[in-house]
């Protein structure tokens, strides 16, 4: 079998249809596969961080692989003999043609279901949860594939990672096919766009939050950021853009988008009146949509406000959200509905439906009138923790309490943000507290000093770099009235030290801290 081919996905599936046996699939993981699998093996992301799985070749030979896929450029010399293997393949520019090869492989599930994707620096989790709340029935079942795991909500399995690798998203979609699966949202991370892990999806509808820094360890600069996530307006077959008109980036892009829509494409707007980036549809034609919240009430118990679209009141939204950023988010999930031909009837009922995700603003009351009340949050970047301290003010001040914020920062990436995120905390929360997050191979106490850094009085926040015993100490100092803060981790269930992931959940040991929650 070995040989180097100018491959067309369709051509080189149609090839190896002799070893698409029941069960047989593409992997590019040699730890998921079976014997009989096809072993996809490239190299992925850039200059700054490049994993290379070439190098697990023989690894998938020894295993029973009944094929091998492989890369043939920059291939090192250690890997050229075990290449010569009559199993591989050398398939020039393997990375970008993986997803639709894999798609041709399992028939190309995403033509049989709607698939959303969800891209932005944040937003992303809270809104494709937030989809598949609203869109799955019972016999129009809408899963989610995600940070939170793949599948329908009660029943998500890990995944690793936000985006995975292209021949497992593919296998994601053939098995949610299975499962009757009518729709699908995607969390796309901007890593997933660079590397292609989404070619190959024929999207319906793509969504885009917001761009603030994060993941400038990975891209460089914010400028490559936003040309990794602009990449997803690019993906073919796309119908509906839904678009955050509120995000500084997200209008430069709608500058740019709004020559080149199709015959059946249409862009709908989104964003808060009172902000101010108003736009005038009547100038653009029939294909853009200007979707906005007006007379907007923040409650501590939830968000409400009217909603207009193309400058004509729709009605009222009582949502049981908070914060604005949620009301954005709000509007990501509407705009994504009323795309679909949903009435604004039928849509305001999932609207006021929708719940709060795990780790995104979860309030934890404790059973005991003598503890605060904590806020467990995903927040790991400066826009999302100045979002989320900005929210928590009113409902802190409500309770005539202080406001106390628990943080770290992640290792091994974006070094930059961590004394942005500490004058942040500084500045916006009464008292601060410097732990760990996922150090992973760095040294917490390195971390927790560049986090310092950005502090103007760094000697008045309390640095513990126990996370559990931080905790328990900030919520125990912490007064009936305060609002505590615990921030980075969210929907975690690990904890990342020196390369071991060790069991850890934020809520767990704020109720050990409170003595029991409500």
Known sequence: MNAMLPIHSLTLVGGLQALKKPGVKLTADTRELNHGDIFLAYPTGNKRQLTDNRNYISTALARGAAGVLYEPSNLGSHLQDVCKDERCIAVPNLGELAGEICAEWYDHPSRQMRVIGVTGTNGKTTVAQWLAQALDDSDRRCATIGTLGAGFLGDLKPNGFTTPDACRLQELL?????????????EVSSHALDQGRVNGIEFDTVIFTNLTQDHLDYHGDIQEYGKAKSKIFGLPGIKHIVLNIDDAFGRASFDGLRGQLGASQDIWLYGLAEIGNSINVRDLGPHVRNLRATQLNRGVAGNSFSVELDGQKLGDVATQLIGDFNVSNTLAVLGTLLASGMSFEEAKVKIEQLKPVIGRLEILRPRSAQMPIAVVDFAHTPDALEKVLKVLRPLTQSRGGKLWCLFGCGGDRDPIKRSVMGGIAEKLADHVTVTSDNPRSEAPQIIAEQILQG??????????????????????????????????????????????????????????AMGGLL
């Open 455 to 512: 502090m103007q009085n760094a000697d008045k926040a309390f640095v513990n770099l126990d996370r559990a015993n931080a905790i328990l100490q900030t919520i125990r100092a912490a007064r009936p009235e305060d609002v505590v803060l615990v921030a980075g981790k969210g929907h975690e269930q690990t904890q990342e030290i020196a390369g071991k992931r060790l069991p850890f959940s934020d809520q767990l040991h704020v109720e050990i």
């Open 174 to 186: 053939f098995s949610l096919l299975k499962d009757h699966s009518h729709s699908v949202a995607i």
